[in-house]
């Protein structure tokens, strides 16, 4: 049963509930699937896409830290053709909204697959600019303001349907990015994508990743996540999914206090299959026990002193 006061309208798309799951996180749902029905949640943010299938890189790829864990995964996906014909019909069943994420190494990539994914009946794009350019000498896409501008612009016109660029962290100034990805045409921005980090193995001396770094995630990261979300919200007037070591309901209320409208739930998956779905009611208790009329009202309602 669907509770009015959760519904949250995010980029023009209207969502059940706040509660959607991140990128790499989640595979396709059908995993989680076996635990709950995944229908239950606002949205489901599908496994990175890139254009040619991948598989990945080399193990080890995955390392726990203390309160996260480092990720090296390197994209590892069907491929977005095979996404759109063989998988996306099955999690459209699921009834929850589709976020797509895709990833690519050039301009020509991104306008190709956000054209197909335009049509594939998703409801939002999600544009991972963590990437490497390779034709300005591999620095990422997303660390360069112009860039960020010039990718979107470029991308926005081959899409039907919302775009969010998904900005990264490591960045000096978060809010430059995020307004030049606003001045490019984004319908919205999500945020963050993991710190760089690195863990090494003090007995063989070397790293604990065969790439030597990865993507710090989990709630070590969430007061970083917490301060960019709040300082992008008071940067831009586009809307907000924000993520970024979100465990708890009250992890997700603090969220969408420092400006997100969506919260997106990543690690937290792997420590606990039901974490999503937990938010989901936690968030339906807060509302009730606040009376409120709904979850958006919270929404960018922090005082700072």
Not at 119 to 131: A, H, L, Q, V
Not at 225 to 242: E, H
Request: net charge neutral.
């Amino acid at each position: 049963m669907i509770n009015d006061k959760l519904k949250v309208n995010f980029c023009g798309v209207e969502f059940k509930n706040p509660v959607v799951t991140s990128s790499g996180t989640y595979g396709f749902g059908h995993e989680y699937n076996m635990f709950y029905d995944v229908g239950r949640l606002g949205g489901l943010g599908m496994k990175g896409l890139t254009l040619k299938p991948r598989t990945g890189n080399p193990p080890p790829r995955v390392y726990e830290t203390p309160s996260g864990m480092l990720n090296s995964v390197g994209l590892q996906n069907p491929g977005v053709e095979a996404f759109c014909k063989d998988i996306l019909p099955d999690v459209k069943k699921f009834g929850s909204k589709i976020i797509v994420n895709i990833s690519g190494n050039t301009v020509e990539d991104y306008c190709k697959m956000a054209e197909i994914i335009s049509e594939s009946g998703s409801d939002i794009i999600e544009m991972n600019i963590s990437c490497p350019n390779v034709k300005k000498g591999g620095a990422s896409f997303g660390t360069d303001a112009k860039v960020v501008n010039e990718i979107t612009s470029q991308v926005k016109k081959y899409c039907q349907i919302p775009l969010v660029v998904k900005l990264t962290p490591n960045v000096t100034d978060i809010a430059e990015i995020a307004r030049a990805a606003e001045a490019g045409g984004a319908d919205g921005l999500s945020l963050i994508n993991t710190l760089l980090g690195m863990s090494i193995d003090i007995k063989t001396k070397r790293p604990r990743l065969k790439n030597n770094v990865g993507g710090l995630s989990g709630p070590c990261v969430k007061p970083v996540a917490v301060r960019m979300v709040w300082q992008v919200a008071n940067a831009v007037n586009i809307p907000i999914m924000g993520m970024g070591g979100i465990s708890t309901w009250e992890d997700a209320v603090e969220f969408m206090m420092a400006g997100a409208t969506l919260v997106s739930v990543g690690s937290a998956n792997f420590a606990d299959p039901y974490s999503a779905v937990k938010i989901v009611d936690g968030l339906e208790k807060y509302v009730e026990d606040n009376k409120l009329n709904n979850i958006s009202d919270i929404i960018s309602c922090v005082e700072p002193f």
